[in-house]
T-cell receptor, first 110, second 118 residues
Framework: RKEVEQDPGPFNVPEGATVAFNCTYS??????FFWYRQDCRKEPKLLMSVYSSGNEDGRFTAQLNRASQYISLLIRDSKLSDSATYLCVVSLSGNTPLVFGKGTRLSVIA | GAGVSQSPSNKVTEKGKDVELRCDPI?????LYWYRQSLGQGLEFLIYFQGNSAPDKSGLPSDRFSAERTGGSVSTLTIQRTQQEDSAVYLC????????????????FGSGTQLSVL
């Protein structure tokens, strides 16, 4: 089983739609969770951290379910500029590297 | 500079040649990571430095790969006797380093080196 698994997509949604991505992780001891965004031919950039209580940043909401070992990202009122690949990222605490999922590709269509 | 700088941005080499990739992290960042990304694939972890030491080399795919970091700053990734399967984008990232009990800090990535082995 891969450490971090994501549906590769693509998710093709119209502007204004709400879209949700899920990600599962295999190591139950994982402590830190993030969503990164990667535009085509660009480097990944941190979108948001994921906290146990769930967190929201504008149109973006992240949730963590430790019991089921999955993380979700909800995007409301999708914009054309949201088109990108969304990477689910997991780490054990301490001196351990971040493990990246392969990403979920989103295309927002006018 | 303000961000992570990698050079060269593109490298084309012949199979069997050695290549050296360079990463200049953000000033003051103690942690430095190397990842690689093949076309359409996710990021594959290669090696991680905390200061000049590498606590985790588990991702290096073979003994042809090595990396060092000097002065707690610049890092070089060396690939000896390159093979066609080494072709990928090699990404370097830096961070302030893990916070005890809280895990890793946000990673800042460079633009990567596109390596093509012919």
């Amino acid at each position: 089983r891969k450490e971090v698994e994501q549906d590769p997509g693509p998710f093709n949604v119209p502007e204004g739609a709400t879209v949700a991505f899920n990600c599962t992780y295999s190591n139950s001891a994982s402590q830190s969770f993030f969503w990164y965004r990667q535009d085509c031919r660009k480097e990944p950039k941190l979108l948001m951290s994921v906290y146990s209580s769930g967190n929201e940043d504008g149109r973006f909401t992240a949730q963590l379910n430790r019991a089921s070992q999955y993380i979700s990202l909800l995007i409301r009122d999708s914009k054309l500029s949201d088109s990108a690949t969304y990477l689910c990222v997991v780490s054990l605490s301490g001196n351990t590297p971040l493990v990246f999922g392969k990403g979920t590709r989103l295309s927002v269509i006018a | 500079g303000a961000g992570v700088s990698q050079s060269p941005s593109n490298k084309v080499t012949e199979k069997g040649k050695d290549v050296e990739l360079r990463c200049d992290p953000i000033s003051g960042h103690t942690a430095l990571y190397w990842y690689r990304q093949s076309l359409g694939q996710g990021l594959e972890f290669l090696i991680y430095f905390q200061g000049n030491s590498a606590p985790d080399k588990s991702g290096l795919p073979s003994d042809r790969f090595s990396a060092e970091r000097t002065g707690g700053s610049v890092s070089t990734l060396t690939i000896q006797r390159t093979q066609q399967e080494d072709s990928a984008v090699y990404l370097c990232a830096s961070s302030l380093g893990p916070i005890v009990g809280q895990g890793p800090e946000k990673l800042f990535f460079g633009s990567g080196t596109q390596l093509s082995v012919l």
